[in-house]
């Protein structure tokens, strides 16, 4: 019952893999975002610009660990890191 992106700018889309390929602009509404490159184009969005990309209960999953928690914590963004 998901429905599963994958937005990565270094990737080139036209690998031979079948993903819903998105392009990071038009991410919106997200239930969750997992963060597992630690790509400096990520980086340079933010730990509020991925916010931004939510739902209203999202959450940000970050396997990467690209971002800080505790900054997460005071901006009341869900977040979990390993």
Request: glycine share 8%.
């Amino acid at each position: 019952g998901m429905d599963v992106s994958v937005c990565d700018p270094l990737v080139s889309q036209k690998i031979n893999v079948d993903m819903n390929w998105i392009q990071w602009n038009d991410l919106h509404d997200c239930d969750a975002m997992v963060i597992c490159q630690a790509h400096t184009v990520f980086l340079n969005e933010g730990l509020k610009g991925f916010a931004a990309k939510l739902g209203e209960r999202g959450i940000i999953i970050d396997i990467a660990a690209l971002f800080d928690e505790s900054t997460a914590a005071r901006e009341g963004i869900a977040y979990w890191c390993l």
